[in-house]
Every structure is written in C-alpha cells, then in structure tokens.
C-alpha cells in the first residue's frame, strides 16, 4: 500500500514540474487529478476503479477552481 502511495506522489511531482508553460485552470485540473488519484487509491485500498474515479472527481473539481465571480 504504501509504495502505490509513493509511486503515485512521485508520478505526481514528476507530471507537475512539467506544468510550466500550462495556464492557471490547466494546473488545477493536473494538481486536481493527481490529489484525487491517490486519495482515491488510499481510501480503497490501491483499487483501479477507486484510484481512476477519485482522478476524474479531483480533476473536474480542480478545473472548476476559481471559476466563480469574486465580490470585493
């Protein structure tokens, strides 16, 4: 379980210091995907389907970031 985990957190840092010529929503989309990937794949236990499906929840959840108006 916990090489899933580190190999996981590794692929993450890995894809994201490639982030650099991404926008702002295409990194939280990244960061979003990676985040839900291993929190998906803790909470059940390194499943497939449980770490894919926390990726798309986290990924979706990351694009929509900052996309409400801000009242000042």
Same mark, same amino acid.
């Given at each position: ?14 894809? &994201?210091?490639?982030?650099? $010529? ?7 989309? #990244? &960061?979003?995907? $990676?985040?839900? #990937?291993?929190?998906? #794949?803790? &909470?059940? !236990? $390194?499943?497939? &389907?449980?770490?894919? $499906? ?8 990351? !694009?929509?970031?900052? !996309?409400? +108006?801000? +009242? +000042?």
């Amino acid at each position: 379980m916990r090489i899933i985990v580190s190999a996981a957190i590794m692929t993450i840092i890995v894809v &994201l210091s490639g982030c650099s $010529g991404m926008s702002t929503r295409d990194r939280n989309t #990244a &960061l979003g995907a $990676g985040v839900g #990937a291993v929190g998906g #794949a803790v &909470l059940t !236990n $390194g499943s497939t &389907l449980g770490t894919i $499906g926390g990726a798309v929840v986290g990924g979706v959840i990351g !694009n929509q970031m900052g !996309n409400g +108006k801000h +009242k +000042k």
